[in-house]
DNA sequence: AATAAAATTTAGACAAATCTAAAAATTATT
DNA sequence: AATAATTTTTAGATTTGTCTAAATTTTATT
């Protein structure tokens, strides 16, 4: 069967916030698309039709293992699109979202199978995130928060917990991207702020709220 | 301004049937897109609201040159993404088309600027059409038709006049493709047939309506 | 347990793109 | 010039996805 848009935006949705929450709410999920949560009741009617949720009224929602499998389909061309654009067509890691959220929902198989192939079959996209294979399994995100790494053990930076501009900018300003590898100084007690150091520069401090936002993977 | 899918597919098709026709009728654009000539009615309406083409009532219709530069956008999109298919991606030329149809659709300018780029400004298509730049320019089509070749002048064949699945097969059956050099060696006046020779083989014998659909620069 | 607040669903409308059937205009034929 | 055939447009529906406002259900607070 095949899906519009719409509903692929919705499924991935779903799986997104299902991952943190287990069950899915109606409000939430209207939040995370920006519509109404009108719109969101509209639009499981038509998914649990279609078999893809289990939805029963008031209750919440989470996609059936049938819609689970269209969510790693769609999340596997988003990430594959947004390496190629990185690493062939030189792309910042930073500006590829918006795009791949259009090419995410191309619907050749035989055209996202070539790509992995050109690509030489990328485990991990931009942002650090696993890439289902063709039969939708990946790698377990083996990383952690930062605010969890230990004193004075270097790891590498593998992954942002926001794609927000807010963010972006923040950590242009500082220097941090996907690969950098960083090591935790000093912690606050008071702020949780915490002093890190990565290599050729001088210690700093980063906020509690930006070292939630990093993952990382213990060298 | 930003165009939906349809719109564009409107767009392009008219550009398409003016550069043969001069103008473009209701039925005939309605033939191209496998929809209704009420639907094309109702679409041109929007088009001439939005000023992309020029429309009276009964009279035919041709674009605008806003309407041009959308259509030249959109070819260029859709003869890059066939090229990158073919020269990265492996697809064979006779199954790039489909796909293409989908990308050409992709809004962003600086994607296709460095797809463009990667894929070192390539001026001909898969099959032969030349790709508008970034200013909408393309190298006029300095190619005539098979029937038109002189005889015993070699030739390379450049494009080719549909992508109809028929067409495809009897050009895979006779070995024949964009980049093959051919030469007439007789013509027969009875069903304007000919013997044609390609290097490496034997000559052979092509109808009138294969000659008609094959495109070449003499060498 | 009753009431208030919050979340969710329904009802009714709307825009985009499509269709069928009927009406109107154009073009071709007698 | 009248009539017939063809082309094009309009009228009225339908589908998808969206919205606001009102109704309903669930959850929280007194
Ligand atoms: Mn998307
Ligand atoms: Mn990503
Ligand atoms: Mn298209
Ligand atoms: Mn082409």
New interface residues.
Partial sequence: MNFSITEENYIKAIYHLQQADGNVTTNELAAELNTKAASVTDMLKKLKAKKLVNYEKYQGFRLSSEGKKIALGVIRKHRLWEYF?VE????GWD?VH??AE??EH???K??ID??DA?LDYPKFDPHGDPIPDSNGKMAAQKQINLIDLPLNEAAEIVSVGSQSTELLELLKHKHLGIGTTIEIKKRFAFDHSMEVKIKGQSAFIISQQLAQALFVRPL
Same sequence: chains 1, 2.
């Fill in positions: 654009l062939k067509l030189q792309f500006e918006e795009v259009e090419l191309i619907s050749s035989k055209l070539k790509l050109f």
